[in-house]
Protein backbone atom coordinates (compact mmCIF):
# COMPACT_ATOMS: atom_id res chain seq x y z
CA UNK A 1 0.00 0.00 0.00
CA UNK A 2 1.72 3.17 -1.47
CA UNK A 3 1.47 5.80 1.02
CA UNK A 4 3.11 9.39 1.64
CA UNK A 5 4.95 9.41 5.14
CA UNK A 6 4.20 12.72 6.81
CA UNK A 7 6.66 13.45 9.88
CA UNK A 8 4.11 16.24 10.98
CA UNK A 9 3.18 14.59 14.84
CA UNK A 10 -0.31 16.48 16.26
CA UNK A 11 -0.76 15.05 19.69
CA UNK A 12 -4.66 15.06 20.65
CA UNK A 13 -4.32 14.53 24.58
CA UNK A 14 -1.33 16.71 25.06
CA UNK A 15 2.47 15.81 25.98
CA UNK A 16 1.86 12.50 27.33
CA UNK A 17 0.84 10.98 23.44
CA UNK A 18 2.95 8.14 23.17
CA UNK A 19 3.85 7.98 18.95
CA UNK A 20 5.41 5.18 17.04
CA UNK A 21 8.41 6.02 15.43
CA UNK A 22 9.40 2.68 13.66
CA UNK A 23 9.05 3.88 10.41
CA UNK A 24 5.05 2.74 10.07
CA UNK A 25 2.57 4.94 9.42
CA UNK A 26 -1.37 4.88 9.72
CA UNK A 27 -3.43 4.55 6.90
CA UNK A 28 -4.03 8.40 6.16
CA UNK A 29 0.28 8.71 5.95
CA UNK A 30 1.08 10.01 9.38
CA UNK A 31 3.17 8.53 12.08
CA UNK A 32 1.01 6.67 14.01
CA UNK A 33 -0.51 7.37 17.46
CA UNK A 34 0.45 3.98 19.67
CA UNK A 35 -2.90 4.29 22.06
CA UNK A 36 -5.11 4.33 18.82
CA UNK A 37 -3.49 1.77 16.01
CA UNK A 38 -1.59 -1.76 16.14
CA UNK A 39 -1.01 -4.47 18.41
CA UNK A 40 -3.79 -6.47 19.60
CA UNK A 41 -6.36 -4.39 18.58
CA UNK A 42 -5.57 -4.26 15.32
CA UNK A 43 -4.12 -7.99 15.00
CA UNK A 44 -7.20 -9.44 16.08
CA UNK A 45 -9.15 -7.94 12.60
CA UNK A 46 -6.17 -9.63 10.73
CA UNK A 47 -6.47 -13.13 12.68
CA UNK A 48 -10.42 -13.37 11.57
CA UNK A 49 -9.29 -13.20 7.64
CA UNK A 50 -6.54 -15.82 8.31
CA UNK A 51 -8.92 -17.84 10.47
CA UNK A 52 -11.59 -18.04 7.46
CA UNK A 53 -8.82 -18.60 5.32
CA UNK A 54 -7.70 -21.52 6.70
CA UNK A 55 -10.92 -22.66 7.29
CA UNK A 56 -11.27 -23.02 3.59
CA UNK A 57 -7.99 -23.73 2.79
CA UNK A 58 -7.43 -26.82 4.51
CA UNK A 59 -11.48 -28.24 4.10
CA UNK A 60 -10.08 -28.31 0.60
CA UNK A 61 -6.94 -29.82 1.22
CA UNK A 62 -7.14 -32.41 3.31
CA UNK A 63 -10.27 -33.68 1.42
CA UNK A 64 -8.17 -33.27 -1.91
CA UNK A 65 -7.03 -36.79 -2.00
CA UNK A 66 -10.48 -38.05 -1.53
CA UNK A 67 -12.11 -36.14 -4.17
CA UNK A 68 -9.59 -37.25 -7.35
CA UNK A 69 -9.60 -40.96 -5.88
CA UNK A 70 -13.64 -40.78 -5.36
CA UNK A 71 -15.37 -38.15 -8.19
CA UNK A 72 -12.15 -37.74 -10.17
CA UNK A 73 -11.63 -41.56 -9.88
CA UNK A 74 -7.61 -41.41 -9.91
CA UNK A 75 -5.42 -43.90 -8.97
CA UNK A 76 -4.03 -43.43 -5.28
CA UNK A 77 -0.23 -42.54 -6.61
CA UNK A 78 -2.14 -40.05 -8.93
CA UNK A 79 -4.07 -38.75 -6.80
CA UNK A 80 -1.03 -38.13 -3.87
CA UNK A 81 1.32 -36.89 -6.53
CA UNK A 82 -1.43 -34.05 -7.71
CA UNK A 83 -2.48 -33.06 -4.08
CA UNK A 84 1.37 -32.53 -3.78
CA UNK A 85 1.79 -30.30 -6.98
CA UNK A 86 -1.06 -28.16 -5.92
CA UNK A 87 0.37 -27.70 -2.44
CA UNK A 88 3.75 -26.99 -3.90
CA UNK A 89 2.55 -24.55 -6.06
CA UNK A 90 0.03 -23.03 -3.58
CA UNK A 91 3.55 -22.65 -1.01
CA UNK A 92 5.47 -21.58 -3.62
CA UNK A 93 3.85 -19.33 -4.98
CA UNK A 94 4.27 -16.58 -1.93
CA UNK A 95 7.72 -16.21 -3.12
CA UNK A 96 5.80 -13.88 -5.78
CA UNK A 97 3.67 -12.55 -3.65
CA UNK A 98 5.92 -11.44 -0.55
CA UNK A 99 7.91 -9.93 -3.12
CA UNK A 100 5.41 -8.08 -4.74
CA UNK A 101 3.66 -6.80 -1.52
CA UNK A 102 7.46 -5.76 -0.15
CA UNK A 103 8.64 -4.13 -3.84
CA UNK A 104 5.90 -2.53 -4.53
CA UNK A 105 2.04 -2.75 -3.32
CA UNK A 106 2.23 -3.01 0.41
CA UNK A 107 0.88 -5.59 2.44
CA UNK A 108 -2.61 -4.62 2.97
CA UNK A 109 -2.85 -3.68 -0.62
CA UNK A 110 -1.75 -7.31 -1.69
CA UNK A 111 -3.76 -8.75 1.21
CA UNK A 112 -7.00 -6.98 -0.21
CA UNK A 113 -5.97 -8.12 -3.66
CA UNK A 114 -5.16 -11.59 -3.55
CA UNK A 115 -8.32 -12.39 -1.27
CA UNK A 116 -10.26 -11.13 -4.57
CA UNK A 117 -8.82 -13.81 -6.43
CA UNK A 118 -9.36 -16.20 -3.84
CA UNK A 119 -12.39 -15.33 -3.72
CA UNK A 120 -13.11 -15.26 -6.93
CA UNK A 121 -11.59 -18.96 -6.77
CA UNK A 122 -14.35 -20.34 -4.52
CA UNK A 123 -16.88 -18.42 -6.57
CA UNK A 124 -15.59 -20.74 -9.21
CA UNK A 125 -15.14 -23.99 -7.40
CA UNK A 126 -18.96 -23.77 -6.28
CA UNK A 127 -20.08 -23.31 -10.12
CA UNK A 128 -18.32 -26.44 -10.90
CA UNK A 129 -20.49 -28.59 -8.61
CA UNK A 130 -24.16 -26.62 -9.27
CA UNK A 131 -23.52 -25.39 -13.06
CA UNK A 132 -25.37 -28.04 -15.17
CA UNK A 133 -22.91 -27.63 -17.76
CA UNK A 134 -19.55 -27.71 -15.15
CA UNK A 135 -21.07 -30.81 -13.23
CA UNK A 136 -18.91 -33.79 -13.06
CA UNK A 137 -21.40 -36.07 -14.32
CA UNK A 138 -23.90 -35.76 -17.19
CA UNK A 139 -27.43 -35.52 -16.09
CA UNK A 140 -26.14 -38.47 -13.08
CA UNK A 141 -25.09 -38.56 -9.52
CA UNK A 142 -22.48 -41.74 -10.67
CA UNK A 143 -20.60 -42.03 -13.62
CA UNK A 144 -16.99 -43.83 -14.05
CA UNK A 145 -15.01 -40.59 -14.68
CA UNK A 146 -15.78 -36.95 -14.54
CA UNK A 147 -16.35 -34.89 -17.69
CA UNK A 148 -13.16 -33.21 -18.99
CA UNK A 149 -14.94 -29.56 -18.52
CA UNK A 150 -15.06 -30.26 -14.85
CA UNK A 151 -11.48 -31.24 -14.53
CA UNK A 152 -10.60 -28.20 -16.38
CA UNK A 153 -12.91 -25.60 -14.26
CA UNK A 154 -12.10 -27.73 -11.19
CA UNK A 155 -8.49 -27.55 -11.11
CA UNK A 156 -8.61 -24.35 -12.79
CA UNK A 157 -10.43 -23.03 -9.70
CA UNK A 158 -8.24 -24.71 -7.29
CA UNK A 159 -5.33 -23.27 -9.13
CA UNK A 160 -6.72 -19.61 -8.53
CA UNK A 161 -7.35 -20.40 -4.66
CA UNK A 162 -3.12 -20.92 -4.57
CA UNK A 163 -2.39 -17.86 -6.46
CA UNK A 164 -4.80 -15.61 -4.28
CA UNK A 165 -2.84 -17.92 -1.09
CA UNK A 166 0.49 -16.94 -2.79
CA UNK A 167 -0.51 -12.98 -2.01
CA UNK A 168 -2.52 -13.78 0.42
CA UNK A 169 -0.37 -15.77 2.77
CA UNK A 170 3.11 -14.01 3.51
CA UNK A 171 1.49 -10.72 3.18
CA UNK A 172 -1.26 -11.26 5.84
CA UNK A 173 0.84 -13.03 8.94
CA UNK A 174 3.59 -10.23 7.96
CA UNK A 175 1.17 -7.55 8.10
CA UNK A 176 -0.11 -9.05 11.36
CA UNK A 177 3.82 -8.89 13.26
CA UNK A 178 3.96 -5.57 11.66
CA UNK A 179 1.55 -4.09 14.25
CA UNK A 180 4.23 -4.65 17.17
CA UNK A 181 6.50 -2.13 17.65
CA UNK A 182 10.10 -4.04 18.16
CA UNK A 183 11.40 -1.01 19.96
CA UNK A 184 8.25 -0.89 22.74
CA UNK A 185 9.29 -3.83 25.27
CA UNK A 186 5.72 -4.32 26.27
CA UNK A 187 5.05 -4.61 22.23
CA UNK A 188 7.88 -6.71 21.65
CA UNK A 189 6.85 -9.69 23.88
CA UNK A 190 3.77 -9.33 22.56
CA UNK A 191 5.02 -9.80 19.24
CA UNK A 192 6.65 -13.28 20.23
CA UNK A 193 3.50 -14.52 21.34
CA UNK A 194 1.80 -13.11 17.74
CA UNK A 195 3.14 -16.10 16.10
CA UNK A 196 2.04 -18.57 18.51
CA UNK A 197 -1.94 -17.52 18.53
CA UNK A 198 -1.65 -16.70 15.40
CA UNK A 199 -1.56 -20.30 14.84
CA UNK A 200 -3.68 -20.65 17.59
CA UNK A 201 -6.26 -19.19 15.70
CA UNK A 202 -5.01 -20.83 12.00
CA UNK A 203 -5.86 -24.45 13.61
CA UNK A 204 -9.07 -23.00 14.76
CA UNK A 205 -9.99 -22.68 11.38
CA UNK A 206 -8.47 -25.81 10.30
CA UNK A 207 -10.29 -27.72 13.57
CA UNK A 208 -13.97 -25.88 11.98
CA UNK A 209 -12.69 -27.38 7.88
CA UNK A 210 -11.88 -30.81 8.86
CA UNK A 211 -15.16 -31.95 10.99
CA UNK A 212 -17.84 -29.11 10.02
CA UNK A 213 -17.12 -28.85 6.69
CA UNK A 214 -15.66 -32.12 6.07
CA UNK A 215 -18.82 -33.81 7.10
CA UNK A 216 -20.97 -31.16 4.95
CA UNK A 217 -18.52 -32.74 2.34
CA UNK A 218 -19.06 -36.49 3.10
CA UNK A 219 -22.75 -36.37 3.61
CA UNK A 220 -24.54 -33.73 1.91
CA UNK A 221 -21.75 -32.77 -0.96
CA UNK A 222 -18.85 -31.00 -2.07
CA UNK A 223 -20.60 -28.12 -3.45
CA UNK A 224 -22.57 -27.12 -0.23
CA UNK A 225 -18.79 -27.11 1.76
CA UNK A 226 -17.77 -24.72 -1.42
CA UNK A 227 -20.45 -22.41 -0.67
CA UNK A 228 -19.90 -22.19 3.09
CA UNK A 229 -16.00 -21.40 2.11
CA UNK A 230 -17.41 -18.77 -0.19
CA UNK A 231 -19.89 -16.45 2.23
CA UNK A 232 -17.54 -17.38 5.26
CA UNK A 233 -14.59 -15.47 3.24
CA UNK A 234 -16.43 -13.03 1.70
CA UNK A 235 -17.81 -12.20 5.28
CA UNK A 236 -13.63 -12.15 6.66
CA UNK A 237 -13.09 -9.47 3.67
CA UNK A 238 -15.28 -7.12 4.66
CA UNK A 239 -14.15 -7.39 8.53
CA UNK A 240 -10.44 -7.17 7.29
CA UNK A 241 -11.25 -3.25 5.49
CA UNK A 242 -13.22 -2.42 8.70
CA UNK A 243 -10.40 -2.96 10.94
CA UNK A 244 -8.06 -0.32 8.14
CA UNK A 245 -8.13 2.52 10.73
CA UNK A 246 -6.42 0.49 13.31
CA UNK A 247 -3.70 -0.73 11.64
CA UNK A 248 0.23 0.52 10.92
CA UNK A 249 1.70 0.61 7.22
CA UNK A 250 4.90 0.31 5.97
CA UNK A 251 5.65 1.95 3.13
CA UNK A 252 7.02 -0.36 0.52
CA UNK A 253 10.63 0.85 -0.66
CA UNK A 254 11.12 -0.88 -4.10
CA UNK A 255 13.15 -3.97 -4.79
CA UNK A 256 15.02 -5.25 -1.83
CA UNK A 257 16.77 -7.64 -3.96
CA UNK A 258 18.51 -4.77 -5.85
CA UNK A 259 20.30 -3.49 -3.05
CA UNK A 260 21.75 -6.93 -2.71
CA UNK A 261 22.73 -7.16 -6.03
CA UNK A 262 24.44 -3.72 -5.62
CA UNK A 263 26.52 -4.97 -2.47
CA UNK A 264 27.33 -8.20 -5.00
CA UNK A 265 28.60 -5.46 -7.68
CA UNK A 266 30.39 -3.27 -5.12
CA UNK A 267 32.18 -6.33 -3.63
CA UNK A 268 33.31 -7.73 -6.47
CA UNK A 269 34.75 -4.21 -8.23
CA UNK A 270 36.41 -3.71 -5.30
CA UNK A 271 38.14 -7.38 -4.29
CA UNK A 272 41.13 -6.15 -4.52
CA UNK A 273 41.31 -3.92 -1.87
CA UNK A 274 43.51 -4.15 1.07
CA UNK A 275 40.45 -5.01 4.32
CA UNK A 276 40.38 -1.94 6.28
CA UNK A 277 42.43 -3.00 9.63
CA UNK A 278 39.38 -1.61 11.79
CA UNK A 279 35.57 -2.24 10.87
CA UNK A 280 34.64 1.08 12.09
CA UNK A 281 36.08 2.35 8.73
CA UNK A 282 33.69 0.84 6.81
CA UNK A 283 31.10 3.05 5.58
CA UNK A 284 27.57 3.73 6.85
CA UNK A 285 25.24 6.40 6.66
CA UNK A 286 24.83 8.99 9.75
CA UNK A 287 22.34 8.32 12.13
CA UNK A 288 20.98 11.74 11.84
CA UNK A 289 20.00 10.86 8.53
CA UNK A 290 18.30 7.43 9.64
CA UNK A 291 14.77 8.21 9.51
CA UNK A 292 14.03 6.29 12.24
CA UNK A 293 16.10 3.21 10.22
CA UNK A 294 17.14 0.69 12.21
CA UNK A 295 20.99 -0.62 11.44
CA UNK A 296 22.91 -4.03 11.50
CA UNK A 297 25.97 -4.33 13.64
CA UNK A 298 29.39 -5.76 11.62
CA UNK A 299 29.67 -9.10 11.55
CA UNK A 300 32.99 -11.16 10.97
CA UNK A 301 31.36 -13.96 8.55
CA UNK A 302 31.11 -13.52 4.48
CA UNK A 303 33.96 -11.02 4.75
CA UNK A 304 34.65 -10.79 1.39
CA UNK A 305 31.23 -8.85 1.13
CA UNK A 306 32.32 -5.88 3.53
CA UNK A 307 34.94 -4.83 0.75
CA UNK A 308 31.35 -3.37 -0.72
CA UNK A 309 31.73 -0.72 2.23
CA UNK A 310 34.76 0.28 1.75
CA UNK A 311 35.27 3.79 1.48
CA UNK A 312 37.63 4.61 -1.50
CA UNK A 313 38.38 8.64 -1.52
CA UNK A 314 37.55 9.52 -5.24
CA UNK A 315 36.60 13.58 -4.68
CA UNK A 316 33.34 13.00 -4.16
CA UNK A 317 31.32 12.56 -0.93
CA UNK A 318 29.86 9.14 0.52
CA UNK A 319 26.27 10.50 -0.17
CA UNK A 320 27.24 11.11 -4.02
CA UNK A 321 28.80 7.52 -4.94
CA UNK A 322 26.67 5.56 -6.91
CA UNK A 323 25.39 2.62 -4.52
CA UNK A 324 26.77 0.38 -7.10
CA UNK A 325 30.36 1.38 -5.86
CA UNK A 326 29.78 1.89 -2.25
CA UNK A 327 27.33 -0.43 0.41
CA UNK A 328 26.58 0.45 4.11
CA UNK A 329 27.43 -1.89 6.21
CA UNK A 330 23.54 -2.40 7.15
CA UNK A 331 23.32 -3.80 3.25
CA UNK A 332 26.24 -5.70 3.52
CA UNK A 333 24.75 -7.45 6.44
CA UNK A 334 21.28 -7.59 5.00
CA UNK A 335 23.35 -9.64 2.03
CA UNK A 336 24.74 -11.53 4.56
CA UNK A 337 21.53 -12.87 6.32
CA UNK A 338 19.72 -13.90 3.41
CA UNK A 339 23.31 -16.19 2.49
CA UNK A 340 22.89 -17.28 5.90
CA UNK A 341 19.43 -18.54 6.16
CA UNK A 342 19.73 -20.82 2.83
CA UNK A 343 21.38 -23.67 4.80
CA UNK A 344 18.23 -23.47 7.49
CA UNK A 345 15.87 -23.72 4.71
CA UNK A 346 17.63 -26.49 3.01
CA UNK A 347 17.92 -28.61 6.05
CA UNK A 348 14.49 -27.66 7.29
CA UNK A 349 13.10 -29.67 3.74
CA UNK A 350 12.34 -33.03 5.04
CA UNK A 351 10.36 -32.11 8.12
CA UNK A 352 8.07 -30.30 5.38
CA UNK A 353 8.02 -34.00 3.59
CA UNK A 354 6.99 -35.48 6.72
CA UNK A 355 4.06 -33.05 7.21
CA UNK A 356 3.70 -33.26 3.46
CA UNK A 357 1.78 -37.01 4.09
CA UNK A 358 -1.03 -35.97 6.57
CA UNK A 359 -2.93 -34.60 3.73
CA UNK A 360 -2.24 -37.54 1.45
CA UNK A 361 -1.78 -41.45 2.90
CA UNK A 362 -2.53 -40.03 6.48
CA UNK A 363 -6.44 -39.24 5.26
CA UNK A 364 -6.55 -42.29 2.69
CA UNK A 365 -5.59 -44.90 5.82
CA UNK A 366 -8.54 -42.91 7.69
CA UNK A 367 -10.77 -44.60 4.57
CA UNK A 368 -9.63 -48.03 5.51
CA UNK A 369 -10.20 -48.33 9.12
CA UNK A 370 -13.75 -48.36 11.29
CA UNK A 371 -14.95 -44.65 11.26
CA UNK A 372 -18.15 -45.52 13.43
CA UNK A 373 -18.72 -44.03 16.68
CA UNK A 374 -21.56 -45.29 18.47
CA UNK A 375 -24.89 -46.24 15.79
CA UNK A 376 -25.17 -44.22 12.95
CA UNK A 377 -22.60 -41.98 13.36
CA UNK A 378 -19.25 -41.97 10.85
CA UNK A 379 -16.46 -39.99 11.42
CA UNK A 380 -15.51 -38.74 7.70
CA UNK A 381 -11.44 -39.53 7.09
CA UNK A 382 -10.19 -35.86 6.51
CA UNK A 383 -11.40 -35.12 10.38
CA UNK A 384 -9.16 -37.34 12.12
CA UNK A 385 -6.80 -33.96 11.19
CA UNK A 386 -8.52 -32.60 13.60
CA UNK A 387 -6.02 -34.22 16.30
CA UNK A 388 -3.32 -32.77 14.84
CA UNK A 389 -4.65 -29.29 15.11
CA UNK A 390 -5.15 -29.87 18.67
CA UNK A 391 -1.75 -31.58 19.47
CA UNK A 392 -0.38 -27.61 17.62
CA UNK A 393 -2.69 -25.85 19.93
CA UNK A 394 -1.56 -28.01 22.97
CA UNK A 395 1.85 -27.54 22.23
CA UNK A 396 1.94 -23.88 21.72
CA UNK A 397 0.17 -22.75 24.50
CA UNK A 398 2.25 -24.74 27.13
CA UNK A 399 5.26 -23.78 24.81
CA UNK A 400 4.17 -19.98 25.28
CA UNK A 401 2.38 -20.13 28.93
CA UNK A 402 4.63 -22.95 30.58
CA UNK A 403 7.93 -23.40 28.91
CA UNK A 404 9.19 -19.64 28.04
CA UNK A 405 8.56 -18.23 31.48
CA UNK A 406 10.30 -21.16 33.12
CA UNK A 407 13.08 -21.20 30.49
CA UNK A 408 13.41 -17.69 30.89
CA UNK A 409 14.55 -17.75 34.37
CA UNK A 410 17.04 -20.51 33.51
CA UNK A 411 18.72 -19.08 30.16
CA UNK A 412 18.04 -15.52 30.90
CA UNK A 413 16.88 -15.26 27.26
CA UNK A 414 13.84 -13.17 26.20
CA UNK A 415 12.35 -15.67 23.99
CA UNK A 416 13.54 -18.99 26.70
CA UNK A 417 15.32 -21.00 24.19
CA UNK A 418 16.51 -19.43 20.40
CA UNK A 419 14.83 -19.97 17.71
CA UNK A 420 16.82 -22.51 15.82
CA UNK A 421 16.49 -24.55 19.10
CA UNK A 422 12.91 -24.22 18.87
CA UNK A 423 12.93 -25.27 15.78
CA UNK A 424 15.74 -28.57 16.32
CA UNK A 425 13.01 -29.82 18.59
CA UNK A 426 9.81 -30.01 16.91
CA UNK A 427 11.90 -32.05 14.18
CA UNK A 428 12.36 -35.05 17.23
CA UNK A 429 8.42 -34.90 16.44
CA UNK A 430 8.81 -35.94 12.73
CA UNK A 431 10.78 -38.52 13.30
CA UNK A 432 8.35 -39.96 15.85
CA UNK A 433 5.29 -39.79 13.33
CA UNK A 434 6.90 -41.51 10.89
CA UNK A 435 7.90 -44.12 12.88
CA UNK A 436 4.56 -44.64 14.76
CA UNK A 437 2.53 -44.65 10.90
CA UNK A 438 5.35 -47.20 9.60
CA UNK A 439 4.32 -49.83 12.87
CA UNK A 440 0.07 -48.53 12.44
CA UNK A 441 0.21 -48.81 8.98
CA UNK A 442 2.24 -52.55 9.65
CA UNK A 443 -0.62 -53.51 12.03
CA UNK A 444 -3.46 -52.44 9.40
CA UNK A 445 -1.55 -54.59 6.59
CA UNK A 446 -1.81 -57.61 9.05
CA UNK A 447 -5.14 -56.94 9.99
CA UNK A 448 -6.06 -56.97 6.22
CA UNK A 449 -4.13 -60.54 5.49
CA UNK A 450 -5.80 -62.00 8.28
CA UNK A 451 -9.31 -61.39 7.13
CA UNK A 452 -9.50 -59.97 3.61
CA UNK A 453 -13.09 -59.65 3.42
CA UNK A 454 -13.37 -56.98 6.08
CA UNK A 455 -9.89 -56.50 5.71
CA UNK A 456 -8.27 -53.15 8.22
CA UNK A 457 -12.35 -52.16 9.39
CA UNK A 458 -11.63 -54.33 12.46
CA UNK A 459 -9.12 -51.51 13.64
CA UNK A 460 -10.51 -48.16 14.62
CA UNK A 461 -9.99 -45.10 13.13
CA UNK A 462 -8.25 -43.48 16.19
CA UNK A 463 -5.45 -45.57 15.99
CA UNK A 464 -4.38 -42.90 13.45
CA UNK A 465 -4.53 -40.56 16.44
CA UNK A 466 -0.97 -41.00 18.09
CA UNK A 467 0.83 -40.18 14.70
CA UNK A 468 -1.43 -36.98 14.36
CA UNK A 469 -0.89 -36.05 17.81
CA UNK A 470 2.86 -36.30 17.22
CA UNK A 471 2.98 -34.42 14.06
CA UNK A 472 1.01 -31.53 15.74
CA UNK A 473 2.95 -31.40 18.56
CA UNK A 474 6.16 -31.01 15.90
CA UNK A 475 4.17 -28.04 14.52
CA UNK A 476 3.53 -26.61 17.21
CA UNK A 477 7.40 -25.85 17.71
CA UNK A 478 9.39 -26.19 14.26
CA UNK A 479 6.82 -24.94 12.22
CA UNK A 480 5.99 -21.87 14.38
CA UNK A 481 9.66 -21.86 15.18
CA UNK A 482 10.08 -21.40 10.91
CA UNK A 483 7.50 -18.72 10.72
CA UNK A 484 8.96 -16.49 13.65
CA UNK A 485 12.47 -16.97 12.26
CA UNK A 486 11.80 -16.30 8.93
CA UNK A 487 10.14 -13.07 9.57
CA UNK A 488 12.60 -12.32 12.01
CA UNK A 489 15.72 -12.97 10.66
CA UNK A 490 15.58 -11.10 7.20
CA UNK A 491 15.94 -7.78 6.54
CA UNK A 492 13.33 -5.44 7.59
CA UNK A 493 12.31 -4.39 3.95
CA UNK A 494 11.60 -8.73 3.45
CA UNK A 495 8.82 -9.49 5.65
CA UNK A 496 6.61 -10.60 3.61
CA UNK A 497 9.51 -12.70 1.49
CA UNK A 498 10.43 -13.67 5.12
CA UNK A 499 7.20 -15.80 5.50
CA UNK A 500 7.25 -16.70 1.98
CA UNK A 501 10.72 -18.56 2.76
CA UNK A 502 8.92 -20.25 5.28
CA UNK A 503 6.13 -21.42 2.66
CA UNK A 504 8.33 -22.44 0.45
CA UNK A 505 10.04 -25.00 2.91
CA UNK A 506 6.53 -26.81 2.88
CA UNK A 507 6.17 -26.13 -1.08
CA UNK A 508 9.35 -27.50 -2.14
CA UNK A 509 8.66 -30.54 0.60
CA UNK A 510 5.59 -31.25 -0.98
CA UNK A 511 7.22 -31.35 -5.07
CA UNK A 512 9.95 -33.45 -3.09
CA UNK A 513 7.88 -35.59 -1.26
CA UNK A 514 5.85 -36.51 -5.29
CA UNK A 515 9.36 -37.44 -6.75
CA UNK A 516 10.47 -39.56 -3.99
CA UNK A 517 7.42 -41.30 -4.45
CA UNK A 518 7.88 -41.50 -8.20
CA UNK A 519 11.42 -42.60 -8.13
CA UNK A 520 10.43 -45.17 -5.06
CA UNK A 521 7.57 -46.54 -7.28
CA UNK A 522 9.57 -46.87 -10.13
CA UNK A 523 12.94 -48.81 -8.14
CA UNK A 524 10.80 -51.00 -5.91
CA UNK A 525 8.54 -51.90 -9.49
CA UNK A 526 11.54 -53.10 -10.99
CA UNK A 527 12.64 -55.36 -7.50
CA UNK A 528 9.51 -56.95 -7.72
CA UNK A 529 6.50 -55.36 -6.11
CA UNK A 530 6.05 -51.27 -6.16
CA UNK A 531 5.43 -49.98 -2.62
CA UNK A 532 2.88 -47.87 -4.23
CA UNK A 533 -0.75 -50.13 -5.58
CA UNK A 534 -3.87 -49.59 -7.09
CA UNK A 535 -4.84 -49.10 -3.79
CA UNK A 536 -3.68 -49.12 0.39
CA UNK A 537 -4.08 -52.60 0.35
CA UNK A 538 -1.59 -53.38 -2.12
CA UNK A 539 1.05 -50.75 -0.96
CA UNK A 540 3.27 -51.31 1.44
CA UNK A 541 3.07 -47.55 2.95
CA UNK A 542 4.58 -48.63 6.23
CA UNK A 543 8.37 -49.12 4.23
CA UNK A 544 7.62 -45.28 2.81
CA UNK A 545 7.19 -43.94 6.43
CA UNK A 546 10.56 -45.79 7.83
CA UNK A 547 12.37 -44.25 4.99
CA UNK A 548 11.27 -40.67 6.01
CA UNK A 549 11.84 -41.56 9.04
CA UNK A 550 15.60 -42.77 8.19
CA UNK A 551 15.83 -39.24 6.29
CA UNK A 552 14.81 -37.23 8.78
CA UNK A 553 16.84 -38.61 11.05
CA UNK A 554 19.77 -38.01 9.03
CA UNK A 555 18.61 -34.54 8.20
CA UNK A 556 18.55 -33.73 12.15
CA UNK A 557 22.19 -34.29 12.61
CA UNK A 558 22.55 -31.59 9.27
CA UNK A 559 20.51 -28.88 10.99
CA UNK A 560 22.05 -29.24 13.84
CA UNK A 561 25.32 -28.65 12.30
CA UNK A 562 24.09 -25.63 10.78
CA UNK A 563 22.30 -24.44 13.35
CA UNK A 564 25.19 -24.47 15.90
CA UNK A 565 27.45 -22.29 13.61
CA UNK A 566 24.54 -19.54 12.42
CA UNK A 567 25.10 -15.98 13.71
CA UNK A 568 21.55 -14.00 14.65
CA UNK A 569 20.53 -10.64 13.34
CA UNK A 570 22.39 -8.31 15.81
CA UNK A 571 20.77 -5.06 15.07
CA UNK A 572 22.02 -1.56 16.51
CA UNK A 573 18.98 0.55 16.26
CA UNK A 574 18.00 4.45 17.61
CA UNK A 575 15.95 4.18 20.93
CA UNK A 576 13.66 7.44 20.37
CA UNK A 577 12.33 8.88 23.21
CA UNK A 578 8.45 10.65 23.40
CA UNK A 579 8.23 12.86 20.30
CA UNK A 580 6.37 16.55 21.62
CA UNK A 581 5.05 19.15 20.38
CA UNK A 582 7.32 21.99 19.61
CA UNK A 583 10.75 19.31 18.85
CA UNK A 584 12.49 18.89 15.46
CA UNK A 585 14.42 16.24 16.46
CA UNK A 586 13.60 13.35 18.94
CA UNK A 587 16.15 12.57 21.65
CA UNK A 588 17.75 8.79 22.18
CA UNK A 589 20.34 6.51 22.83
CA UNK A 590 22.18 4.20 20.97
CA UNK A 591 21.55 0.55 21.74
CA UNK A 592 22.19 -2.90 20.72
CA UNK A 593 20.49 -5.95 20.88
Known sequence: MEKKVSLEVKPEEGDEVKWVLDSSVDHKGRVPLRASTGSWKAALFIIAIETSERLSYFGIATS??????????????????????????????????????????????????????YLIGLVLLTLSWFLPSLKPCDGTDMCTEPRRIHEVVFFLAIYLISFGTGGHKPSLESFGADQ??????????????????????????????VTL?????????????????????????LIFIIGRPFYRYRVPTGSPLTPMLQVLVAAISKRKLPYPSNPDQLYEVPKYNSNNRRYLCHTNKLKFLDKA???????????????WNLATVTKV?????????IPIWVSTIPFGMCVAQTATFFVKQGTQLNRKIGEGFEIPPASIFTVAALGMVVSVAIYDKIL????????????GINILQRIGFGMLFSIATMIVAALVEKKRLEAVER????????????????????????????LVGLQEYFYDQVPDSMRSLGIAFYLSVIGAASFLSSMLITVVDHITKKSGKSWFGKDLNSSRLDKFYWLLAAIATVNLFLFVFVARRYSYKNVQKLAVADCYEGKSDCEGVETKV
Open 404 to 415: VPALRRVTQNER
Open 213 to 237: IVYIQDNINWGAADIIFTVVMAFSL
Open 333 to 341: EEMKLIINI
Open 309 to 323: AILVDDGSSAEKQSP
Open 64 to 117: LVLYLTKVMHQELKTAARNVNYWAGVTTLMPLFGGFIADAYLGRYSTVLASSIV
Open 451 to 478: DPLKGSLTMSVFWLAPQFLIIGFGDGFT
Open 180 to 209: FDEDHDGERRQKMSFFNWWNCALCSGLIVG
